[in-house]
């Protein structure tokens, strides 16, 4: 591990540990921020990002429908300040199709929850966080491994989550 | 002022690149035409819808769709009244695509305008198929999309509840892909529940005891993914059994979910508009027979236009175009392509006040 680089593993019991991960995080988010979330199926994706435009848009008074955004690709949200993103690239194949979503310019203006990134690796920025949710022998408790550049230890500082 | 127009629709908002001639007359209209290019088929080998995002491949494809549209209708621009084109929501690219298209028509020819909601466009299908009268509830159910919607005007619609999470065309696509099925996954999970028994597995039918038509679709994936594990772990494969079983058990848990949900967005419904209003379906789940059948016994007097005109079409948006031009809410706001345009953004569950019109 380099000395520049920030990781640790958190093991999380229940849907409503993940969301408070979700909650904690939110408010240290800003624009240009990118989280990768990796993981199969039913990890708890969505439901980590849905937390996130949750606490961000609760902060500033709305709360709106988060739809899955598997279909359309991106779904954008007011985060206050900046936009939030939602990708999800699972029915992405070719990453030649990222310049026709924008993906680029949100990089740098929004904050970016991107579910199923790998095809778009090459193409995202260095300064990503990369978080992989992992199921267990338990129906309810995931890991989340999270790998990132060192700024990022701050925004995952968790006294209380 | 003649209420008879001819209408061109285009629609390019998410897959499928569609223009239709509709010939409008109250308290109907007659398609002409309705010409789809779709992806589905095309890229069904890949084992997934592969999304048609690239503004390009839509604007490369829009043309002909006009173009064939027109021929099959036998009519030529000069007989078209209005034009009427999805500005949302959408995949961006798509839409600015049929946008630009659409303008340019117009332009070239002193057409009038108008923009229309994709949303809008499924859910007053009812009225061009089944001369559905104001109000009714639809249940727009689709790969993207799942909510009840109270039609009470061509621009009055009252989100009744929806999905907190996936849509079920979603759900029908994941656990076509857990189980090994082609895609796309909602004809094959039907295939395959066919011969499947629905009470060997019991999968969860999430929000069932809240008193709202809201509902969740997520946590079933997950359901029969580890439903799919455990055979493993346990017979070390899945028999063709298991999957028709898994299916079955799957399909059950939707239909009881929709169904009770739907029950209670009538009784919502009726609290509103004060009757008791018909219901509708429409989006592409609606062609699950399992589904119709479950909402028939909710509602006997379903109305469920033909497969056809449920999932992506131009006909429904040449209609709704018809319908918002005939009521006077020609907007020239509505011609900015957005990717997001709900229906209703009063009861939308807004919270406080700050909400900005332009990312609604």
Known sequence: ?161 | MTHNLTVLGIESSCDDTAAAVLRCSPPGGEIMSSVVFGQGALHAEFGGVVPEIAARAHAEKLDLAVEQALGEAGCGLSDIGLIAVTSGPGLIGGVMSGVMCARGLAAGRGLPLIGVNHLAGHALTPRLTDNAAYPYVMLLVSGGHCQFLLVQAADRFTRLGGTIDDAPGEAFDKVARILGLEQPGGPAVEKAARDGDPHRFRFPRPLLDRDNADMSFSGLKTAVLRQRDQLITDQGGLYPRDRQDICAGFQAAICDVLSHKTRLALDIATGIAGANPPLAVAGGVAANSAIRSALTKVSTGLMAPPQRLCTDNAAMIAWAGYEKHMAGHADPGDLVPRPRWPLDDQSAPLLGSGKKGAKA
């Open chain 1, 1 to 161: 591990m380099s000395a520049d680089e920030f990781r640790t593993s958190l093991t999380l019991t229940s849907p409503d540990q993940t969301a408070r991960l979700a909650h904690a995080i939110a408010p240290r988010l800003s624009a240009g921020d990118v989280l990768l979330l990796n993981g199969p199926i039913g990890a708890g994706k969505s439901h980590f990002a849905r937390h996130i435009i949750r606490s961000r848009q609760a902060a500033i008074g709305l709360s709106e429908d988060i739809p899955s955004p598997t279909f359309l690709l991106v779904q954008t949200y007011n985060a206050g300040g900046c936009d939030i993103w939602h990708c999800d690239f699972y029915r992405l194949n070719d990453p030649q199709e990222l310049d026709e979503l924008g993906l680029e310019e949100a990089c740098e203006t929004a904050i970016c929850l991107i579910e199923w990134p790998d095809i778009a690796l090459d193409y995202l920025p260095a300064g990503a966080a990369h978080i992989t949710l992992s199921m267990t022998e338990d129906e309810d408790t995931r890991q989340f491994d999270i790998r990132a550049p060192r700024r990022w230890a701050g925004i995952f500082a968790l006294e209380d989550a």
